[in-house]
């Protein structure tokens, strides 16, 4: 027992090592990507990125290791790409923001947010729940309000980070406050649009601009708990124009986008939607339906599955709340889609 705690205690001090060269590591690379930047060079280096590769290997004796040295080095770099490009951007023009729903999409703007600007403030209506509480102890959160009114009156923007249900509702809410508020911006981050458009064009008026938008992003897990400050970067984000906002609204909502390390996208809302039903509705719903079908009908075979099947079916584990919604909302593209995509499959050959 002693030679191996003695041994434990020797990868703790080398884990020690390998974390502090790490940290030192990626410093490194963020002055090589603001370099980059400054000379106007992509943030990727192909041939740069092999050699790195080629001297790591030579380097790894252990046999294993060396068979597996390159795939642990493509993930430092990619994190070492993520952080350039993420840093690429470093001003956008809300100094005052209320987020409103701190789950995984709103915890990870939050975070973005603060990580790149500690001077922005973050505001949201005061909720007892579980994301609220770890983003408030985690010390993301700059002020809370007891009510959405006295929100919209401290901010410059209100990011609509909550399900599709009540995004209009609050987006209504805000609109009550409009005679006393002077060019608030209100945005919502939901995967539906069409509804969501139609309204957001009848409520902007001079004192609100409503604009709809979409980050094609997420993860199977949600929760503050699993939101991540990159979670967008290389991302598209998509924007949705109508008739009554002011041409420096989407300016300014494009600057937010790429601060947070996105590719600002302009869609109508009928594409978006029609699009989304088809890279990212169908999918998931595919994937859990297709995960009930095996718990049905053969369980067991769950045991011999690969990461293949794993990597197919990661989306199950999706939101099932957040799939409902998207099925009720965007029924008409998805089943139109899905119809089509009966035909084709019939129509291949065996």
């Known amino acids: 027992m002693d030679r191996l705690n003695k041994l434990r205690e020797r990868i703790d001090w080398l884990d020690a090592q390998i974390a502090s060269l790490l940290n030192e590591r990626m410093m490194a690379a963020d002055q090589v990507?603001?370099?980059?930047?400054?000379?106007?060079?992509?943030?990727?280096?192909?041939s740069r990125e092999m050699n790195v590769l080629n001297q790591v290997q030579m380097l790894v004796q252990h046999p294993t290791l060396k068979a597996n040295i390159a795939n642990i080095y493509q993930e430092i770099m990619q994190e070492a790409r993520t952080a350039q490009q993420f840093f690429r951007h470093l001003s956008q023009p809300f100094r005052?923001?209320?987020?409103?729903?701190?789950?995984?999409?709103?915890?990870?703007?939050?975070?973005?947010?603060?990580?790149?600007d500690s001077s922005i403030e973050i505001a949201t209506i005061t909720h007892l729940?579980?994301?609220?509480?770890?983003?408030?102890?985690?010390?993301?959160?700059?002020?809370?309000?007891?009510?959405?009114?006295?929100?919209?009156?401290?901010?410059?923007l209100i990011i609509l980070a909550t399900p599709i249900s009540k995004i209009l509702g609050l987006a209504e809410e805000i609109k009550r406050s409009a005679q006393t508020l002077t060019k608030l911006v209100v945005i919502d981050i939901a995967s539906v649009k069409q509804e969501i458009a139609e309204t957001f064009e009848k409520l902007s008026c001079d004192e609100i601009d409503y604009v709809p938008?979409?980050?094609m992003a997420g993860k199977e897990k949600g929760g503050f708990a699993n939101s991540q400050a990159t979670l967008f970067v290389n991302?598209?984000?998509?924007?949705?124009?109508?008739k009554n906002h002011r041409s420096e609204t989407l300016d300014h909502i494009q600057e937010l986008i790429q601060f947070l390390g996105s590719k600002p996208i302009s869609l109508e809302a009928k594409v978006h939607?029609?699009?989304?039903?088809?890279?990212?509705?169908?999918?998931?719903?595919?994937?859990?339906?297709?995960?009930?079908?095996?718990?049905?009908?053969?369980?067991?075979?769950?045991?011999?599955?690969?990461?293949?099947?794993?990597?197919?079916t990661r989306l199950?584990?999706?939101?099932?709340?957040?799939?409902?919604?998207?099925?009720?909302?965007?029924?008409?593209?998805?089943?139109?889609?899905?119809?089509?995509w009966i035909e084709f499959l019939k129509k291949r050959p065996t």
Request: hydrophobic share 35%; net charge negative; proline share 5%.
């Open 273 to 312: 939607d029609q699009q989304t039903a088809l890279v990212s509705h169908i999918p998931s719903i595919l994937s859990k339906s297709y995960l009930d079908f095996i718990n049905s009908i053969d369980p067991e075979s769950l045991k011999i599955s690969g990461p293949g099947f794993e990597s197919f």
């Open 235 to 242: 991302r598209p984000w998509i924007v949705v124009p109508h």
């Open 316 to 340: 199950a584990y999706g939101n099932a709340q957040m799939r409902a919604e998207i099925c009720a909302c965007n029924h008409e593209a998805i089943e139109n889609y899905l119809t089509q």
């Open 213 to 215: 938008t979409h980050p």
């Open 129 to 156: 729940s579980e994301d609220d509480s770890l983003a408030r102890q985690g010390g993301w959160i700059d002020k809370e309000y007891s009510t959405v009114a006295d929100l919209a009156q401290n901010c410059e």
């Open 96 to 116: 005052t923001i209320g987020i409103i729903g701190l789950g995984l999409m709103g915890g990870s703007i939050c975070k973005a947010l603060k990580t790149k």
């Open 33 to 46: 990507g603001k370099i980059k930047q400054t000379e106007d060079q992509e943030v990727r280096d192909p």
